[in-house]
């Protein structure tokens, strides 16, 4: 059971550059996050899917877009790089039910940087 | 919307040492869940507690709720550098989604 799997996991981008961040998760949840973590802070949530067809934005979406075509992919795609979106990315899903009191289960990032 | 803040946000202890790591909401909660990241790696799922006054433990790891559930705490027995990373707290924010703390970041000296 592979859980929930980001590729890359590593990447460097150029400012202005564009690139989508895979996820995947084999657990047929329908929940599904992205996150961004900057050095020693929190989790800021970027956009959110409650199932297939369903997405909508966190606390910081602007820069970001995703899709939801299927339940088991939430791909992140970044249009035009900036220096202010260095961070790791996380990538979490969580079960079926009442999903704030479901735990989350998250992928092992991708670490991103700018240039 | 519904935030969680969490306190210190760093602890330096003395390897078998307690220490103890403390959330707080301005808002009930109907859960609170505790995640451990070490250090280069995932948040990690620990527990989750759910009735009022509940207290969880796993093995040097007490976890507490508060009486109105609006705080919860982590106690550390006898700390280990294994127990060394980062412990968030999160509550709901909606039905959909949690809203996660800044986290402790743990360091412990030999």
């Known amino acids: 059971n592979a859980g929930v799997t980001q590729t890359p996991k590593f990447r460097i981008l150029k400012i202005g550059q564009s690139m989508t961040l895979q996820c995947t998760q084999d657990m047929n949840h329908n929940y599904m996050y992205w996150y961004r973590q900057d050095p020693g802070m929190g989790l800021k949530l970027i956009y959110y899917?409650?199932?297939?067809?369903?997405?909508d934005k966190g606390e910081v979406p602007n820069g970001y877009n995703v899709s939801r075509s299927t339940t088991e992919d939430f791909p992140l795609r970044l249009e035009l790089a900036a220096p202010s979106q260095t961070s790791v990315y996380f990538c979490a899903s969580s079960y079926d039910g009442r999903a704030s009191n479901q735990p989350q289960h998250f992928g092992d990032g991708t670490r991103l940087s700018i240039l | 919307g519904q935030q969680v803040m969490q306190i210190p946000q760093y602890q330096h202890v003395q390897e078998g040492e307690d220490f103890t790591t403390y959330c707080n909401s301005s808002t009930t909660l109907s859960n609170i869940q505790w995640y451990k990241q070490r250090p280069g790696g995932h948040p990690v799922f620990l527990i989750q507690l759910v009735k009022s006054g509940e207290v969880k433990k796993q093995k040097r790891l007490t976890f507490q709720f508060g009486e109105a559930k609006k705080n919860s705490s982590l106690h550390i027995t006898a700390t280990q550098t294994t127990d060394v990373g980062t412990y968030f707290c999160a509550g709901p924010a909606n039905d959909y989604k949690l809203s996660f703390g800044a986290g402790t970041t743990v360091t412990v000296r030999a």
């Open positions: 899917s409650v199932g297939a067809g369903i997405t």
